[in-house]
């Protein structure tokens, strides 16, 4: 089954504690993004990926790190975990390489993250 | 600044009734918009797609359109039905990213 991996799928942490949330996906996607979602303000991209070793900022990087050694895997850092980083994340992908291609993202199911 | 904006948070309709959901953005120019569909601790899911140069497209009961002069997309459920309960987020692709709508809740009453 395709589908978009995601764990652990809740986590309560506490302030500076490094923690990953990791991302796996099946479906041999070039494209891979981090998004947090919180209320009211919809799903905000934080990180990208347009292939193996190729990384970029979203519009809200700031705290988080990526790295993407390999194709299926993209795995979110938060290496000093602050209260104002509680929040649901989603990891998702999409074939080609292109952003502004015209594919679907497949989404994985989300990490309910809460700093304390 | 961009800006994307769903009509309202929250719609209740009678079953077999049709919602109209809006998107309106400011800034953008965008070649494609997306919806999805969000159910309570899932991840959105794809439904439709619809480009710069298509007034409308249907899939099933889901019916989008697409007006870059007003800058709006309407969707639309068209005898909706309790399973068509979730939310539903409207997305613009550009620069390498989706930029996601904040959403509006449908609930379908029986």
């Known amino acids: 089954e395709a589908q978009v991996t995601q764990n652990p799928r809740y986590l309560i942490t506490v302030t500076g504690k490094k923690l990953t949330v990791t991302c796996s996906q099946n479906?041999?996607?070039?494209?891979m993004s981090w998004y947090r979602q919180d209320p009211g303000l919809g799903l905000r991209q934080i990180y990208y990926s347009m292939n193996v070793e190729v990384t970029d900022k979203g519009d809200v990087p700031e705290g988080y790190k990526v790295s993407r050694k390999e194709k299926r895997n993209f795995p979110l850092i938060l290496e000093s975990p602050s209260p104002n980083q509680t929040s649901l994340y989603f990891c998702?992908?999409?074939?080609?390489?292109?952003?502004?291609?015209?594919?679907?993202?497949?989404f994985g199911d989300g990490t309910r993250l809460s700093i304390l | 600044s961009q800006k994307i904006e769903q009509n309202s948070e929250a719609l209740n309709i009678q079953e077999g009734k049709t919602a109209t959901l809006t998107c309106n953005y400011t800034?953008?120019?965008?070649?494609?918009l997306q919806w999805y569909r969000q159910d309570p601790g899932r991840g959105p899911v794809f439904l439709l797609l619809i480009r710069e140069n298509e007034k409308e497209k249907r899939k099933e009961r889901l019916k989008v359109t697409f007006d870059t002069t007003l800058k709006q997309s309407l969707f639309h459920i068209t005898a909706s039905q309790p399973a068509d309960s979730a939310t539903y987020l409207c997305a613009l692709v550009g620069d390498y990213k989706l930029s996601f709508g904040a959403g509006t809740t449908v609930t379908v009453r029986a």
């Open positions: 479906m041999n996607h070039e494209y």
């Open positions: 800034n953008y120019s965008p070649a494609y």
């Open positions: 998702a992908s999409k074939s080609g390489t292109g952003g502004n291609s015209n594919q679907p993202q497949h």
